[in-house]
T-cell receptor, first 118, second 118 residues
Framework: AQKVTQAQTEISVVEKEDVTLDCVYETRDTTYYLFWYKQPPSGELVFLIRRNSFDEQNEISGRYSWNFQKSTSSFNFTITASQVVDSAVYFCALSEGPLSGSWGKFQFGAGTQVVVTP | EAGVAQSPRYKIIEKRQSVAFWCNPISGHATLYWYQQILGQGPKLLIQFQNNGVVDDSQLPKDRFSAERLKGVDSTLKIQPAKLEDSAVYLC????????????????FGPGTRLTVL
């Protein structure tokens, strides 16, 4: 069964500080996909980044970067030089591969509230 | 490209009343999902459609919840009768589905309907 754990309930930072969000997942599938979504106060979930289980290369996309480590089943997400507009709830999600019986079915973590103050 | 549309955005009803939510997915997306998001939690999948067929409704409380996607495009989710614990945000999402969009099959979310049951 899939499981996603986001242990941090809330993180508060001052603008321009970096923020790292932790995500630990469980799956028995060898092919799976990991995502980060942002949910601002408006409520809509906005797709941010994705990674598949065969690609552990960590990348940077603008102010976003991620650290994917299969050995520890972690998919951490960092916002560099945070801004007030980054204030939102961030969700980590796991989807198993096309050969599984639940492809396309997302398992979300409980979310981490990020508060960025000026 | 238009995103996922949902209506209404907000709904307040009394317990034991009925309510219906509407969703229009992104054009061409074969897969449609309904999620329930209780305050402070991640979204929980209620039902997944592939075109107009149900793929997964294992977490749908079928004694009171129903959903349909008759022509494989728009979808409605109904609660009858509502209970206090149904107060939540109901999110609709869509994805291209198997054969399209690649292996990631990422989901795109609508703004949600916030339901309050008094």
């Amino acid at each position: 069964a899939q499981k996603v754990t986001q242990a941090q309930t809330e993180i508060s930072v001052v603008e321009k500080e970096d923020v790292t969000l932790d995500c630990v997942y469980e799956t028995r599938d060898t092919t799976y996909y990991l995502f980060w979504y942002k949910q601002p106060p408006s409520g809509e979930l906005v797709f941010l980044i994705r990674r598949n289980s065969f690609d552990e290369q960590n990348e940077i996309s603008g102010r976003y970067s991620w650290n994917f480590q299969k050995s520890t089943s972690s998919f951490n997400f960092t916002i560099t030089a945070s801004q007030v507009v980054d204030s939102a709830v961030y969700f980590c999600a796991l989807s198993e591969g096309p050969l599984s019986g639940s492809w396309g079915k997302f398992q979300f973590g409980a979310g981490t509230q990020v508060v960025v103050t000026p | 490209e238009a995103g996922v549309a949902q209506s209404p955005r907000y709904k307040i009803i009394e317990k034991r009343q009925s309510v219906a939510f509407w969703c229009n997915p992104i054009s061409g997306h074969a897969t449609l999902y309904w999620y329930q998001q209780i305050l402070g939690q991640g979204p929980k999948l209620l039902i997944q459609f592939q075109n107009n067929g149900v793929v997964d409704d294992s977490q749908l409380p079928k004694d009171r919840f129903s959903a349909e996607r008759l022509k494989g495009v728009d979808s409605t989710l109904k609660i009858q009768p509502a209970k206090l614990e149904d107060s939540a945000v109901y999110l609709c999402a869509s994805s291209m589905g198997p054969g399209g969009g690649g292996s990631y099959n990422e989901q795109f979310f609508g703004p949600g309907t916030r339901l309050t049951v008094l």
